[in-house]
C-alpha cells in the first residue's frame, strides 16, 4: 500500500451542535482522539488535523470557512511535501466510525473509495485530485472528479459514518447499540491497556 497519512477535517465552527465537535466526549473519549485511535488500529500513523490544531499536526485552510474541500487541499498540500500518497480523509463530527467500516475504503485499491451517499470518509490518492479543484467545491464533486470508486454502504454502518452534526443527533449514536470503536472485532487488543 501506498504511503498514507489520516486527515481529520475539523475546520467548522460547530454551530449546530453547539459546542467544539472535536472536544465532544464519546464514551469518556473526545471525538479528536477516538478518530486518531481508529487511524492507530489501522496501522497509519501519520494524524492530521485540518482547520484547527487539536495538539496533533495540522494544517489550516487556505481560505477559513470555504468548507471542507479546502481543508483536503490544505492537507493534501502539507502531505505531498512529506512524500504521502494517500489519504484516509475523516470527519471529527463522526468518531464512532471503526476500523471495519474503513477497511474497505483502504483495500479499494488507485485513485481512492468512497462510500454511496456519503462524501466522507473518503480514501484518495493525493495525485488523484485536481489541479482545479478549490476549497468551496462539494465534496461530492472532488469524489466524482477525482474518479473515486463508490462502495454500498450498509444501512447499519451509515449511521456510523454520516456522524453527528446536532446534540440530538450525538444522542442517537450514543443510544444506538453496534460496534464502537472500542468493541471493533477488527481492533487488535492493546498488550499495556
Known amino acids: 500500500m501506498s504511503r498514507a497519512a489520516t486527515v481529520i477535517l475539523c475546520g ?14 464519546w464514551d469518556g473519549v473526545s471525538a479528536i482522539d477516538c478518530l486518531a485511535a ?4 489501522l496501522g497509519i500513523r501519520m494524524v492530521l488535523t485540518a482547520g484547527a ?18 481543508g483536503v487541499l490544505a492537507a493534501a498540500a502539507r502531505l505531498r511535501a512529506e512524500s504521502y500518497a494517500r489519504a484516509l480523509i475523516l470527519a471529527v463530527d463522526a468518531p464512532t466510525v471503526t476500523a471495519s ?20 470518509p473518503m480514501v484518495i490518492d493525493l495525485a488523484a485530485i485536481p489541479r482545479a479543484a478549490e476549497a ?3 465534496l461530492k464533486r472532488l469524489v466524482q472528479t477525482a ?4 462502495l454500498p454502504c450498509s444501512d447499519e454502518a451509515r449511521p456510523r459514518l454520516r456522524g453527528a452534526n446536532t446534540p440530538e443527533e450525538r ?4 443510544a444506538r447499540p453496534g460496534p464502537t470503536r472500542l468493541t471493533d472485532p477488527l481492533r487488535t487488543p492493546d498488550p499495556a491497556a
Open 171 to 174: 444522542q442517537q449514536l450514543l
Open 12 to 25: 467548522g465552527s460547530s454551530l449546530r451542535m453547539g459546542a467544539d465537535k472535536a472536544r465532544l466526549d
Open 101 to 120: 467500516d474503513l477497511r474497505p475504503l483502504l483495500e479499494a485499491g488507485d485513485p481512492g473509495a468512497a462510500y454511496e451517499g456519503l462524501p466522507l
Open 136 to 138: 468551496p467545491w462539494p
Open 53 to 70: 490544531d487539536y495538539g496533533l499536526p495540522a494544517v489550516f485552510d487556505a481560505v477559513p470557512g470555504a468548507g471542507p474541500c479546502g
Open 38 to 41: 481508529v487511524s492507530q488500529d
Open 147 to 150: 474518479g473515486l470508486v463508490v
